[in-house]
């Protein structure tokens, strides 16, 4: 049969079942030798009666071929879209409403083909590379699919993941000024990939009061992210409550014609985001103890204090204590501060995480991420903002049994009900599989870099369309830049390869520098006892001297004017990094 047609195409189609069809490819194509070459990833083109179907070829085998046939090779496609031809111009739509026959022609798709489906559709979609298959073909993003139903960026550790997010989040900023975007920065390694674009915020000038940590958090810090004793637990949770009563009074009493009232009838709960004192919180531990005659009992108070005060006076905690109460109910500036309103022209906050003690990380981000949540569901989401987590298997483990539970809560809240409120999600892994798979389903757009980990393959393979599924094939064999994008961002699943990142945009980690030949070289007694006195000095009350080289005394600044003073990790691929030691931070 298929000999009686004028040979003019590659291969024909023999057969058809649902999204799938079977192209014989012919022997003797007039096409030359170059363009006849159809492997696994290439895009084909079906020519139907009232349009050109768009498919992906997905297995190419020549076993158990008859000798009377015609074909060299059959190749298995999947069936991704059409292209309709208007009566203006073509235009490309997914999903299949014609489909093909036996006997139809089969083609490589035709660079103009490709153009009419990756032709952007509006204003609102941003260049992020080139096809894999056609380089002339810019491959381009839908924004407004990508952010408001949440995306992801997946791939192990040097495939190209830290340079693909900044080259993402520079063309969101370029394209969204006003969008705010808020980077929790695992490894200091964005500080500079923004330039007076972004904030960038660390423990040296972070303010973050304890108070506006929930029940659940200031446990956390208090007991070092292990779980609480239920009998201290019991305390907390009564004078936490009244001590923001007791503070609220403070307040009240300033002005004129208020009366005092009683703390416990003010009606605050432990979670109510008000502040309050330390010093009244262990004055009402201590007040409580003192009326005990049971030595036992009072154990538990005394360790109780002895907590609270060990922390408070713990100098890598000092963004949460120190000054925690000046000005007052300072939650508004607190959150302006934080999620950049109003903007002041650097929409953005990298938020470096490096910094902060191990125990106390989980309760930070879970405090962000509610505020973020929290702000955008009571302000109706007038304001919409982009909260990026990097390493995020970290905070919303797949084992509950691992991390802390309200980061991972919160996380999942912004997942599942974010975009309601303009809070939009962006996940950045390299262990997909160790990720809760309720949040991960909940991004829409899917850029998968390589992965070899037969787990997170899998992973990949549930969360994603039978039209894509194919495509994971091709994960374990990607290049470094290149990507496998599929989901409501991109016209369809596609292979292609991120565009260059300009040297000032590249993350540049603390891994990287062991790369530099010249750090090798000149280390002595000098280099380490600077090392160790910033270590030292990381973890002690030392008031530094005014000639300090270590610790140079900041100059007094207010939240909104405080510059972002860059933490060693973001100094870059320096020759001379370690001769910073020595000088002033900047």
């Known amino acids: 049969m298929p000999g009686s047609f004028i040979v003019t195409s590659f291969g024909r189609v023999i057969s058809v079942r649902g999204s799938l069809a079977r192209v014989g490819l012919l022997a003797a194509s007039q096409m030359p030798i170059s363009e006849v070459r159809a492997t696994v990833g290439r895009f084909v083109s079906i020519r139907c009666a009232s349009s050109v179907i768009v498919a992906m070829i997905t297995e190419v085998s020549c076993e158990n071929l008859s000798s009377a046939d015609n074909y060299i090779a059959i190749a298995s496609v999947d069936l991704l879209g059409e292209i309709l031809n208007a009566a203006d111009k073509a235009k490309f739509q997914r999903g299949v409403t014609n489909y093909p026959t036996i006997g139809d022609s089969v083609d490589l798709i035709t660079s103009q083909e490709l153009r009419t489906i990756y032709a952007p559709t509006g204003s609102d979609q941003i260049n992020v590379g080139f096809l894999q298959q056609d380089r002339s073909v810019i491959a381009y993003v839908d924004i407004e699919e990508m952010l408001s139903k949440h995306f992801a960026v997946l791939g192990s550790t040097g495939v190209g993941k830290s340079t693909g997010v900044s080259l993402l989040l520079n063309e969101i900023l370029k394209a969204r000024p006003n969008l705010r975007i808020f980077l929790l920065d695992v490894h200091n390694e964005y500080g500079r990939c923004f330039g007076d674009r972004a904030l960038v915020l660390n423990p040296r000038n972070l303010k973050l009061p304890f108070w506006l940590f ?35 009074q403070y307040q009240n009493t300033d002005r004129v014609g208020l009366k005092r009232i009683d703390p416990k009838q003010i009606g605050f709960t432990v979670d109510t985001p008000v502040p309050y004192r330390l010093v009244d919180l262990m004055s009402l531990i201590d007040e409580r103890m003192g009326k005990l005659e049971n030595r036992s009992s009072r154990i538990i108070y005394h360790k109780l204090i002895s907590r609270i005060e060990a922390v408070r006076n713990d100098p890598r905690y000092a963004f949460m204590f120190d000054n925690a109460n000046v000005g007052g109910d300072t939650m508004a500036e607190v959150i302006s501060h934080l999620f950049r309103l109003p903007a002041n022209g650097k929409p953005m906050t990298v938020m470096q995480l490096a910094g902060f003690p191990a125990e106390v990380i989980d309760s930070v981000v879970s405090v962000l991420c509610r505020m973020a949540f929290d702000f955008g569901l009571w302000s109706d989401g007038v304001s919409p903002m982009l909260f990026v987590c990097e390493e995020a298997h970290r905070y919303a483990s797949a084992d509950r049994n691992v991390g802390f539970g309200p980061t991972r809560k919160a996380v999942s809240r912004i997942a599942k009900e974010g975009r309601k409120y303009g809070v939009y999600l962006g996940l950045i892994t390299q262990r997909p599989a160790e990720l809760d798979a309720t949040i991960i389903s909940q991004c829409n757009t899917l850029f998968t870099m390589r992965l070899a980990n037969d787990r997170d393959q899998a992973l990949l393979r549930a969360a994603v369309s039978d039209a894509a ?19 409501e961002g991109v016209a369809l699943p596609t292979r292609l390869r991120f565009k260059e990142v300009p040297p000032h945009q590249l993350p540049r980690g603390e891994a990287t520098i062991s790369s530099v030949p010249s750090v090798t070289s000149g280390h002595d007694m000098h280099f380490v006892g600077a090392v160790l006195e910033r270590w030292r000095g990381a973890t002690s009350n030392r008031d530094a001297a005014p000639n300090d080289p270590i610790f140079p005394t900041p100059p007094a600044k207010t939240l909104s004017t405080a510059e972002a003073p860059m933490l060693q ?17 900047r």
């Open 569 to 585: 990790p973001s100094m870059g691929l320096d020759p001379d990094r370690f001769s910073l030691l020595k000088k002033p931070l």
């Open 214 to 248: 929930n029940f659940e958090e200031i446990v956390d810090v208090l007991f070092g992210g292990r779980a609480g004793v239920p009998e201290e637990l019991d305390v907390l949770a009564e004078v936490i409550p009244i001590a923001k009563g007791i503070y609220t």
């Open 469 to 487: 599924a194919n495509l994971l094939s091709f994960v374990p064999s990607l290049g470094t830049r290149e990507v496998l994008a599929f989901g």
